[in-house]
């Protein structure tokens, strides 16, 4: 398995397994995805911004999110207060494939940016989810990442998420 940028030939595959992860959030009661986002031109922008990830085994891509480390706008305003003050690596729209199931490739994934965060010098991941998303809520809880408040995206609050590597 490795971990390294998105290509742009992988958009389809990618966005398979996109609407995988919105369509199981859906079953799972999850309101989180379910308004048009993220589609399609969200990878697009990913890969334009030189932010898409994957990790990926011999048979392709397993997991895909944004890894970002510019600051994100939403986190200056929350509403709590955030482990650190520094530099920091922002996640975004992590989605596992279906053929990973059970495998804990989100799980792996984190634990990659991690490791690509603190190469870069980079000591914190901040990370943000729906209140609904338990799923993504267990994986954070999992690695230590530490509740710090709420941040708003698209006029919703999402509960914000620090890990200090």
Known sequence: MIFRKAH?????????ILQFAIKSRKNDGSNQWQDGYPNRNSILQDLENDCAYVLADERGVLAYGAV????EPAYNDIVGKWLSDG???VVHRV???E??????????????????????NVHSVKVDTNFDNLAM?????KLNYQYCGEVYFRGSARKAFEKLV
């Open 95 to 97: 989605a596992a494939a």
């Open 8 to 16: 742009f030939e992988e958009v389809d595959e990618i966005w398979s």
């Open 68 to 71: 970002i480390f510019d600051e």
């Open 87 to 89: 530099d920091y690596v």
């Open 99 to 120: 053929r990973s199931k059970g495998m804990g490739i989100a799980t792996r994934f984190f634990n990659e940016v991690e490791n690509f965060a603190t190469s870069k």
């Open 137 to 141: 809520m267990r994986i954070l809880d």
